[in-house]
């Protein structure tokens, strides 16, 4: 009787843990999403709103099945496979000789989207705070380093709570926007022709594909290193689609908010900012802070995954590395402007992570094909 209560209590408590996980999981993947990017709105505008109506519902339905299916492919994989380094993900989906250009080609990526962290705090600190962007970029670089140093576990635990809650201010933005002039919409789809939008690509399906190629190559490394703590197949599975939906939704939400204001925001730095201000000067204040946290959510991650690609973060030698890349971070990351850096950065890399996403599609239907083969044979 004793052991039957202990057991069904374990069970209780598990079945209340793992729910936590998932939220956790998934609040990871949301957090190194959002980024400098997203929480300033000018990923959103040139990937999403300056494509008008197809960027937003479009590119929205396109990230949203194909993060989705990413974000529970690398769990998986990363738990099953139990590799050695963070790079092994990309030799498990590319082979020996792509995979050492993905490896090496990711680890520029990721270390050039840090870069692009530190640009967007100094534009939040220059373009809102009326401070030299030195501040921001300099103030982020150190506040990184810090949390990096200490290694992965401490890494989830800060971004995985942050996350969330960045995401629903966001998406209140967004609503917002949208309520505050909801024919604005239509309006603001209407005008884009006519005005100077920087747009990610030639059109709405490419600038889908290009985002999520450039999510991948984040993804990679960090999620599959994280799939290797997780308890079970289902808190994987879970844990990614809800952060891959809960994201891809969010991008869709923010994006029709900008949509409604095109004729104020397009040519913003900080387009969130200007919606945000619009409500008054506390709401830019508090808006402010949290797209300096959705950046800094973004960039441990990135800093991470440079430097646990050469060393383990529990080295002495890991963390040399890190306080090392955050001041070279920061030095490239003050040099362009913010758009440009959006731009140029993921815009490239993401025609690159297009083709891990079509060697990674491959490898799953062979891996689906074997395992289909394999019950069958067990049947008869």
């Known amino acids: 009787m004793t052991d039957t209560t202990s057991t069904t209590s374990h069970l209780a408590t598990t079945e209340k843990t793992s729910i936590l996980r998932v939220i956790t999981y998934a609040g990871a993947i949301i957090a190194f999403l959002i980024g400098s990017g997203f929480a300033t709105g000018q990923e959103i505008m040139q990937y999403y709103a300056s494509y008008g109506f197809w960027g937003v519902f479009g590119t929205g339905s396109l990230v949203l099945v194909l993060i989705s299916y990413v974000a529970v492919e690398f769990f998986l994989t990363g738990r099953r496979e139990q590799f050695e380094k963070p790079s092994g993900v990309f030799y498990h ?130 999620l599959s290193t994280l799939g290797k703590t997780v308890k079970n197949r289902r808190e994987a599975t879970a844990g990614g689609l809800v952060g891959g939906i809960a994201f891809s939704l969010a991008c869709m939400i923010v994006g029709l908010g900008l949509l409604a204001n095109m004729e104020e925001v397009f040519d913003a730095e900080i387009p969130m900012l200007v919606l945000a201000s619009s409500l008054g000067p506390w709401v830019g204040a508090l808006i402010s802070v949290m797209i300096l946290a959705g950046i800094y959510t973004t960039a441990i ?80």
Not at 124 to 152: D, N, P, Q, R
Not at 307 to 335: M, N, P
Not at 346 to 369: E, K, S
Request: charged fraction near 10%.
């Open 93 to 222: 989906y590319c082979g020996k000789h792509l995979g050492i250009f993905f490896d090496y080609f990711s680890i520029l990526f990721v270390f050039l989207s840090f870069t692009v962290m530190i640009s967007g705090a100094g534009a939040v600190f220059e373009e809102y705070y009326g401070l030299s962007k030195f501040i921001g970029g300099i103030g982020l670089a150190a506040a990184v380093g810090l949390t990096v140093w200490f290694g992965l576990n401490s890494l989830v635990d800060v971004i995985g709570k942050i996350g969330p809650i960045i995401v629903v201010v966001a998406i209140a933005l967004g609503v917002y926007g949208i309520m505050r002039d909801p024919e604005g919409i239509t309006t603001g789809n209407a005008i884009l022709p006519s005005l100077d939008v920087t747009q990610a690509s030639s059109n709405w399906f490419l600038s889908g594909l290009s985002y999520v190629g450039f999510c991948m190559l984040w993804l990679a490394a960090f």
């Open 301 to 380: 991650p990135l800093l991470w995954t440079v430097s646990a690609r050469f060393f383990t973060d529990t080295t002495k030698k890991f963390r040399y590395l890190t306080i090392a890349l955050a001041v070279l971070g920061t030095i490239i990351g003050l040099v362009l402007p913010f758009s440009q850096m959006v731009n140029i950065v993921y815009v490239i890399n993401g025609y690159v992570g297009i083709v891990l996403l079509a060697l990674m599609i491959i490898r799953t239907m062979r891996h689906l094909a074997t395992r289909t083969k394999s019950a069958t044979r067990t049947k008869s």
